[in-house]
């Protein structure tokens, strides 16, 4: 009988990435047959009862792949437990358990991906393949060449240095500058963190696309299913939602 791996298991699942997976196993969180798991390197068959905080998980028949654009005030979970809506909140009609690919800020707008595939989420989340996301922002102040500079060979943050990024100026609100900013990490605040840090603090920040995928005309709440041509734009082969 065929064994995979606990953490693919997991992902597989549509529960989470791989490497969420290993935090759940490392926190005490999943059984196997009733057995809390000790083993990082656990394999399994598919016939083997797994549970994460006491609810048994199992395999996803159909695979669903969405798009949505992310309102300012939602939070980037399934659930909150202060009670902020969240942005599976929006999804409706689909019969799964859905997750957020990666983290969007509770203040900031843009395109996010939702879907219960875990392998899917761990190609675009996962920091080895570095995926291109692009934000919109308003900033105060405008950037000088100096600056620009600054940002584009990687800036020292607390966490450490970030990669080179991309910045450039496509426009202005008064003496206000709006940038379009281009990243391949996916750190807490990182686009706020790293403008803050040339001093041009951020006024309005909106994610418009994740490698060649683009936000398009989806309306703040909107959303839709990703087609063929959407996973080209991702870099991915075509998925069925089957």
């Not at 999943?30 to 399994?44: A, P, R």
């Not at 996803?60 to 909140?89: F, H, L, Q």
Request: aromatic letters at 6%.
């Amino acid at each position: 009988m065929e064994r995979i791996r606990l953490q693919k298991y997991i992902a597989m699942c549509g529960v989470c990435s791989r490497r969420d997976a290993e935090e759940l196993i490392k926190q005490g969180r999943v059984y196997v047959n009733g057995s809390k798991v000790e083993e990082m390197g656990l394999k399994i068959t598919y016939e083997d009862k797994v549970e994460i905080d006491g609810n048994v998980i199992s395999m996803e028949k159909k695979k669903y792949y969405i798009m949505m654009n992310k309102p300012t005030g939602v939070i980037s979970a399934v659930s909150d437990d202060r009670g902020r809506k969240c942005v599976t909140d929006f999804i409706k009609g689909v019969d799964a358990r859905l997750y957020p690919v990666g983290r969007l800020d509770y203040d900031t707008q843009g395109l996010i991906l939702i879907t219960n595939d875990g392998d899917f989420m761990q190609k675009l989340t996962h920091p080895s393949h570095e995926v291109w996301k692009t934000y919109e922002a308003l900033v105060r102040g405008i950037p000088d060449q100096n600056d620009i500079k600054e940002f584009e060979q990687g800036l020292l943050l607390e966490d450490g240095m970030t990669l080179p990024c991309v910045l450039e100026v496509i426009g202005y609100e008064g003496k206000n500058a709006i940038l379009e900013v281009m990243i391949r990490e996916g750190r807490n605040r990182q686009v706020r963190r790293m403008l803050e840090r040339i001093n041009h603090p951020v006024i309005r920040l909106k994610r418009t696309k994740i490698a060649s995928l683009e936000l398009g005309d989806l309306k703040p709440g909107q959303w839709r299913f990703l087609n063929s041509e959407d996973f080209k734009a991702l870099n991915m082969s075509d998925r069925e939602q089957a």
